[in-house]
């Protein structure tokens, strides 16, 4: 008899084997028209323009980063709020200390500014030039040919 273990493996086994007989199949029957607009890269109907590899603002990445982060430690907060008053003491300080944290990480990303969307930077100070003389034509002569 095979192990828990061992029906794993097979179950395993099987869908992997399964996957591949049905794209090997399926590729063998489909018919293969491939055209210019088949190949180009779908853009929700927008004509790709330009490359793929273009600068993107990281600020999306670190919104979304920040959403998952305070979204997790919400979801660890449901089941402590359903059974603190069964820990007592104990279990409040704990669920405390850890909103405690919650809010400390808010906060440092409130004080960094990654919270808000659009940041204002400090305009740096103008650079004054010396003064370009008004009158050119004294100051210097371009040789004209007749």
Do not use: H
């Not at 029906?7 to 028209?33: G, M, N, Q, Y």
């Not at 008004?134 to 100051?139: A, G, I, T, W, Y």
């Amino acid at each position: 008899m095979l192990t828990e273990f061992g029906k794993t493996f097979a179950f395993l086994l099987i869908a992997i084997i399964f996957v591949i007989v049905t794209v090997f199949f399926a590729k063998l029957i489909r018919p293969s028209r491939p055209t210019k607009e088949k190949l180009l890269t779908y853009e929700c109907g927008e004509n790709p323009i330009g490359s793929p590899w273009i600068k993107f603002n990281i600020r999306f990445y670190v919104v979304a980063l920040i959403f998952l982060i305070f979204d997790v430690e919400v979801v660890l907060l449901v089941p402590w709020v359903m059974v603190y008053k069964e820990l007592g003491i104990p279990g409040f300080i704990i669920g405390a200390i850890f909103l405690l944290l919650l809010a400390l990480g808010m906060a440092y990303e409130w004080k960094k500014g990654d919270l808000e969307w659009v940041r204002s930077y400090a305009v740096p100070p103008i650079v004054k030039r010396p003064e370009v003389s008004q009158n050119l034509e004294s100051s210097t002569s371009i040789p004209t040919t007749n």
